[in-house]
């Protein structure tokens, strides 16, 4: 990417006019449009406060360092159908299981449950999008519908069941990962 590209990127992400960023940096419109298009160059101290007024610095702007991902879209997603059980995961973020906490998408078809899952260390976390599930803790039972959320320690046996006759779907984090 070019000097040009990377400037017009900074102020574009920022969701800056070239009219705006010309003003705070006491420069001309058209000067500034020549710098995104590379047909004309800085000077390093132009640069500096122009990254400044950017909010970066020559050391960010230079860096080969990749910016994290912050947002994910659907083509991001990895899905695993279990057919025969009547669960679809849907991982939300790639690789989530070397992060903190694990995001994921389940669908459980009517009359369907996941998998016992046994004690283990961490905490779990789901948001009911649509229908409702039966969450088995241990001997216990607890009914969660559309917009309930759960909170688990899974110091004890657990898995959910959808014992409608439509499918549910569960926003479910869990933290270390663990699907």
């Excluded at 695993?80 to 994921?104: C, F, H, K, Y």
């Excluded at 969450?135 to 909170?151: E, L, P, W």
């Excluded at 439509?166 to 926003?171: D, G, I, K, P």
């Amino acid at each position: 990417m070019t000097i040009g590209e990377k400037l017009r990127d900074l102020r574009t992400r920022r969701e800056l006019t070239l009219e705006e960023v010309a003003n705070r940096c006491d420069l001309s419109k058209g000067y500034l449009s020549q710098l995104e298009r590379d047909l004309a160059s800085p000077s390093i101290a132009t640069l500096t406060d122009l990254l400044e007024c950017l909010g970066s610095s020559l050391s960010k702007f230079f860096s080969d360092e990749e910016p994290v991902k912050v947002v994910y879209t659907p083509q991001d997603v990895f899905e695993r159908r279990d057919e025969a059980q009547g669960v679809t995961i849907s991982w939300l973020v790639p690789n989530a299981q070397q992060n903190e906490m694990e995001p994921i998408l389940l669908t459980l078809e009517p009359g369907c449950a996941t998998v016992v899952d046994y004690p283990h260390e961490g905490e779990e976390f789901g948001y009911v999008l649509s229908g409702q599930i039966v969450i088995h803790v241990g001997d216990y039972q607890y009914t969660a519908k559309k917009g309930d959320s759960f909170y688990l320690y899974p110091h004890l046996q657990h898995y959910l069941q959808n014992t409608r006759k439509t499918a549910a779907r569960v926003l479910w984090v869990s933290a270390p990962p663990s699907f």
